[in-house]
């Protein structure tokens, strides 16, 4: 005998029917309810639900059909498997039980082995139904509070940004009158140094450098991740900025000795934001300068009606393929022999992405060979239309005072 926690109602006006059947299934290990009339049917499903029904036809008072009818008008009781077991055998009596919500006919006289076999069938996908439906609800109710948790993250992230950016404004002022108090003692303006002095003097002031970069770069990606960065483009020509960029690292380049070649089309005007398009591209040079050891550092650009590209090649050091996922990540720097003497904050590419995606409205790539080089490029359109910033509320500025 098997065992089930399943309770089965037998619905059946016949005393020997109701027995053989009821004993058939408790020889199975069904828990049986027996009824010998709808009325009590009915009155007995209120007081405790089956999960399943065994429904004869032809009964005194209320047949079977409407019995059935009543159980699927009610939510608490329409998913319940209704079986009809009838001496009816004609097509129009199935069909009418089919209609009133029954799920199967079996017609009297009923071989055993049937009975069980869809007694179990169908309570295994009631069972399977009831199970997916639960589910369902769960992953509802899984997916609100997902929902309600990314809604508070966004908002925690976006007073994180403004808080950072906030304390490192504050930082900025302390650390002006740093790096140029040591900028003066270092030229000997407040009185000659001895050479421990002036190397002191002068690891401050890169120590102070370094850091004001990374609160640059900081404040710049909180403004960017909290919407609230308001570009400004311009007409210019793409030479121009591309020259700018290269005067402001030509030190660099002179003092690793460094060859620099310029693949540039001509009369090429953009209308975008100059700053930010010149901040990626020092960015990608200074990346470029700092781990490459010889050869040359190459700037090519192609422009179509819509849009530019803008390549900057290397042949430096290169980059393996199992970390270039990890490029353009925050606070990221490959291991390499060149590490600490290249220094940098970590932001430079994690930023320019930022800038090229959120503010100039394109996008960046990359292709590197170790022990060859790399290409860094953005594509971006050639005219973008002014960004304004949404405005933060005065309960925003609260929460981060």
């Known amino acids: 005998m098997g065992k089930h926690n399943e309770e089965i109602l037998v619905v059946d006006d016949?005393?020997?029917?109701?027995?053989?059947?009821?004993?058939?299934?408790?020889?199975?290990?069904?828990?049986?309810?027996?009824?010998?009339s709808g009325e009590l049917a009915l009155v007995s499903i209120q007081s405790k639900l089956p999960q399943m029904i065994l429904l004869d036809i032809r009964m005194p008072g209320i047949d079977g059909y409407e019995v059935c009818r009543r159980l699927k008008a009610d939510n608490a009781t329409k998913d319940i498997p209704v079986i009809f077991i009838s001496a009816l055998d004609a097509v129009k009596d199935r069909i009418k039980g089919f209609e009133c919500g029954g799920i199967d006919f079996i017609t009297k006289p009923f071989q055993r082995e049937e009975v069980l076999a869809r007694v179990r069938n169908h309570l295994e996908l009631f069972s399977t139904r009831c199970d997916l439906e639960?589910?369902?609800?769960?992953?509802?109710?899984?997916?609100?509070?997902?929902?309600?948790?990314?809604?508070?993250?966004?908002?925690?992230?976006?007073?994180?940004?403004?808080?950072?950016?906030?304390?490192?404004?504050?930082?900025?002022?302390?650390?002006?009158?740093?790096?140029?108090f040591s900028d003066v003692m270092a030229q000997g303006m407040?009185?000659?140094?001895?050479?421990?002095?002036?190397?002191?003097?002068?690891?401050?002031?890169?120590?102070?450098?370094?850091?004001?970069a990374l609160i640059s770069d900081i404040i710049d990606i909180s403004k960017i991740e909290s919407g609230r960065v308001e570009t400004f483009p311009s007409e210019f020509e793409l030479g121009d900025v591309i020259k700018e960029a290269v005067q402001s690292v030509q030190p660099m380049l002179d003092e690793k000795g460094l060859d620099l070649h310029l693949n540039l089309p001509a009369d090429v005007s953009l209308s975008t934001d100059r700053r930010r398009l010149?901040?990626?591209?020092?960015?990608?040079?200074?990346?470029?300068?700092?781990?490459?050891?010889?050869g040359s550092v190459t700037i090519s650009a192609i422009a179509s009606t819509d849009e530019v590209e803008i390549t900057v090649t290397d042949t430096g050091i290169g980059i393996a393929a199992e970390d270039m996922g990890r490029l353009f990540e925050a606070f990221e720097r490959l291991d390499?022999?060149?590490?600490?003497?290249?220094?940098?904050?970590?932001?430079?590419?994690?930023?320019?992405?930022?800038?090229?995606?959120?503010?100039?409205?394109?996008?960046?790539?990359?292709?590197?060979?170790?022990?060859?080089?790399?290409?860094?490029?953005?594509?971006?359109?050639?005219?973008?239309?002014?960004?304004v910033p949404e405005q933060v509320g005065a309960a925003d500025y609260k929460e981060i005072k």
Request: proline share 3%; hydrophobic share 35%.
């Open 14 to 36: 016949t005393p020997a029917s109701l027995k053989l059947l009821s004993e058939l299934l408790l020889s199975e290990g069904y828990q049986v309810r027996p009824a010998n």
């Open 134 to 180: 639960e589910r369902t609800l769960e992953l509802a109710d899984t997916n609100q509070s997902l929902a309600d948790a990314n809604r508070q993250l966004q908002q925690l992230d976006r007073l994180k940004s403004m808080f950072v950016a906030s304390v490192s404004h504050e930082l900025r002022t302390p650390l002006n009158s740093i790096i140029g």
């Open 190 to 212: 407040t009185g000659e140094l001895n050479e421990k002095q002036l190397d002191y003097t002068k690891r401050i002031n890169h120590a102070g450098q370094h850091l004001l």
């Open 278 to 294: 010149t901040q990626c591209l020092l960015n990608y040079l200074s990346n470029a300068i700092k781990f490459t050891e010889k």
């Open 336 to 387: 390499s022999h060149l590490q600490i003497k290249a220094g940098g904050t970590g932001l430079g590419l994690y930023l320019t992405r930022e800038i090229t995606r959120n503010l100039l409205l394109g996008d960046v790539f990359v292709e590197c060979t170790p022990d060859k080089g790399c290409q860094f490029g953005l594509r971006i359109p050639r005219v973008t239309q002014r960004q």
